[in-house]
Nanobody, 125 residues
Framework: DVQLQASGGGLVQAGGSLRLSCAASGFTSDAYAIGWIRQAPGKDLEGVSCIISSDGSTYYADSVKGRFTISRDNAKNTAYLQMNSLKPEDTAVYYC??????????????????WGQGTLVTVSS
């Protein structure tokens, strides 16, 4: 099975930066999708960003475009989410998730088959 381990959350002031990491293992396909999904208190899951391992194509939610950058290191089976210019509304639990046969980046958090544990990001005003 695919296993995912997210890390890098923490407390940061508005305008600051954090980088989340998602270490993955167990993929059986050369083309898979890794995404970051967040859930703020009392709100639904939101697909934040997604990247395809084979061609690096990406998706970003409008709310994070221009501030967040997703990347991957295929040799390390690790994906990253660089978050800059953080806002209090970015406060949420961030999950990394994977689709073992992803060929196009998705906005839908429910398309992922595997989920890691969440990491809490808190942005203070």
């Amino acid at each position: 099975d695919v296993q995912l381990q997210a890390s890098g959350g923490g407390l940061v002031q508005a305008g600051g930066s954090l980088r989340l990491s998602c270490a993955a293992s167990g993929f059986t396909s050369d083309a898979y999708a890794i995404g970051w999904i967040r859930q703020a208190p009392g709100k639904d899951l939101e697909g934040v960003s997604c990247i395809i391992s084979s061609d690096g194509s990406t998706y970003y939610a409008d709310s994070v475009k221009g501030r967040f950058t997703i990347s991957r290191d295929n040799a390390k089976n690790t994906a990253y989410l660089q978050m800059n210019s953080l806002k209090p509304e970015d406060t949420a639990v961030y999950y990394c998730a994977a689709d073992n046969y992803g060929v196009s980046p998705t906005a839908d958090p429910y398309e992922y088959d595997y989920w890691g544990q969440g990491t809490l990001v808190t942005v203070s005003s």
